[in-house]
């Protein structure tokens, strides 16, 4: 696919070669989705482990390049803006996704973790990948596997996505493929593309077991992932990431912009009659004039992911890609993000949001506050035992009345709701209560709120999930 076209165009395109004719690999064999699933589960999964740390011998990009070798190197086939940062990613993947099918694209996004599904994170125009698909394309990646297993170890559970993502994109020939990095960037097997243009979400402390314990640390991991030519931007930076990446990008010979500082950037919070609060942003370049668009995700937060979006749009205009500012408006209006400030229960009033760290937990707080009316506010919580969880309790503990503890059953890197509400207590006095499962938390919330309270529930994907599939079976009996 060349940079130089303008049009959108939807074809499709043969399937990407295959590895060496001298490697004929021995398929999994996987008839069915639950097959080609509990194959796929069988793998490492990092997601799920209790606690890893940052070594060359988990992490190496060898093994996925090895992978996508035999696969016939797919990634090269696609265009693609890559996607790094700590908190964000999501948002300003489906922010530049909705405004891209807008403007006509066939786009691809491959994003993490999912929450009911795990088609969820391999979505073309936002539709899932389906189950057929998803089966012989497991059993394709799988023979991959097996015909380089002599050459490397056996591959990760994400590693085998992300090449499932790869072949995908590639056979469907997306115009374009948003991909979001999951850990790091520098080892993140999604950095074996070379992508059009990257961007960076904000960065904070979170997987220190992983990145590293400072500032510095992370954004050094992070920006492992920017590639020679290929422009950055960024949103604005704590200033020892900002140092990092202006290093980074000078040394390997690419430009690094900031919106808000070399690129035009500016929001505003207000409330009118027909949307209600919300932030209006503006982004101005040589190219483009986007003026005063509504961040149609709540939240301060949302609306430096939106302009990173806004802005990303316009590198990819002076990369070929032909867009009219009216459907970069309609699709930005469009936007869908589940789990993020996503109400997903009327009466009594429950919202979800996946905030799994100290600044997420901060900002989610203070976008309630300004978003969603409440007399009380009624949290349930739980997160992962490597996150920074002093500061995680103390952060719910200023905003949240009651407070219900409980592990979420998916993750085994879950903490113990008991142990928790002991942390909790050092530092607060404010009344919890422990529950065993999500239905119980449910039912408790449920039984203390009134009319005008909000039942919040965060700290994790994984528990968020697991109130949208209780929530869902609940309301199909």
């Given amino acids: 696919m060349s940079e130089t076209s303008s049009k959108p165009r939807s074809r499709k395109r043969s399937p990407a070669k295959t590895g060496p004719a001298s490697k004929k690999p021995a398929a999994p064999r996987l008839r069915t989705y639950a097959s080609a699933v509990r194959y796929l589960f069988n793998h490492v999964n990092h997601e799920r482990m209790r606690m890893i740390r940052l070594n060359t011998r988990m992490f190496k990009l060898e093994r996925m390049k090895a992978l996508c070798e035999a696969l016939g190197d797919p990634q090269d086939s696609i265009r693609a803006v890559h996607i790094v940062g700590t908190k964000g990613k999501g948002s300003t993947v489906a922010m530049l996704t909705s405004s891209l099918k807008a403007c006509g694209y066939v786009v691809g996004s491959y994003t993490s973790p999912h929450l009911v599904d795990l088609r969820e994170r391999i979505c073309i125009n936002d539709a899932w990948i389906p189950q057929s698909e998803f089966t012989q394309l497991m059993n394709?990646?799988?023979?991959?596997?097996?015909?380089?297993?002599?050459?490397?170890?056996?591959?990760?559970?994400?590693?085998?996505?992300?090449?499932?993502?790869?072949?995908?994109?590639?056979?469907?020939?997306?115009?374009?493929?948003v991909i979001e990095a999951g850990l790091g960037g520098r080892l993140d097997c999604t950095s074996v593309i070379t992508p059009i243009v990257t961007a960076v979400t904000a960065i904070s402390h979170d997987h220190t077991h992983i990145l590293g314990d400072t500032i510095e640390k992370i954004a050094r991991?992070?920006?492992g992932a920017f590639k020679p030519g290929v422009p950055v931007v960024s949103v604005r930076q704590p200033v020892e990431a900002e140092e990092v990446f202006r290093e980074v990008a000078e040394e390997i010979g690419t430009t690094f912009e900031i919106c808000g500082k070399d690129i035009d950037f500016s929001s505003r919070f207000e409330t009118t009659a027909d949307i209600g609060p919300h932030t209006r942003v503006c982004v101005t370049t040589e190219t483009s004039k986007f003026e005063h668009l509504a961040c149609p995700l709540p939240g301060e937060h949302q609306s430096l992911n939106c302009g990173l979006a806004l802005a990303l749009l316009d590198k990819l205009r002076t990369?070929?890609?032909?867009?009219?500012?009216?459907?970069?408006?309609?699709?930005?209006?469009?936007?869908?993000?589940?789990?993020?400030m996503d109400i997903v229960w009327k009466d009594p009033q429950i919202l979800v949001d996946g905030a799994h760290n100290t600044a997420s937990v901060t900002a989610l707080i203070r976008a309630m506050g300004a978003y969603v009316p409440y007399d009380s506010l009624i949290m349930i919580f739980g997160c992962a035992e490597d996150k920074d969880?002093?500061?995680?309790?103390?952060?719910?503990?200023?905003?949240?009345?009651?407070?219900?503890?409980?592990?979420?059953?998916?993750?085994?890197?879950?903490?113990?709701?008991?142990?928790?509400?002991?942390?909790?207590a050092e530092q607060s006095g404010k009344m919890t209560q422990v529950a065993d499962s999500i239905h119980e938390a449910l039912t408790l919330a449920t039984r203390a709120a009134s009319r005008e309270d909000l039942i919040c529930v965060t700290g994790s994907f994984y528990l968020v999930g697991e109130v949208k599939k209780h929530l869902s079976q609940s309301s199909a009996r």
């Fill in 140 to 177: 394709r990646v799988g023979a991959a596997a097996e015909s380089v297993k002599d050459e490397i170890e056996a591959p990760s559970f994400f590693e085998l996505m992300t090449g499932i993502a790869f072949c995908y994109f590639a056979d469907q020939a997306v115009d374009i493929a």
């Fill in 221 to 223: 991991e992070k920006a």
């Fill in 319 to 340: 990369r070929g890609l032909h867009m009219e500012d009216n459907d970069v408006i309609h699709g930005l209006e469009e936007t869908k993000l589940a789990g993020r």
């Fill in 389 to 424: 969880v002093d500061d995680m309790l103390k952060a719910i503990s200023l905003g949240a009345d009651k407070i219900i503890f409980v592990r979420a059953k998916s993750n085994p890197r879950s903490m113990y709701a008991e142990d928790l509400q002991r942390r909790f």
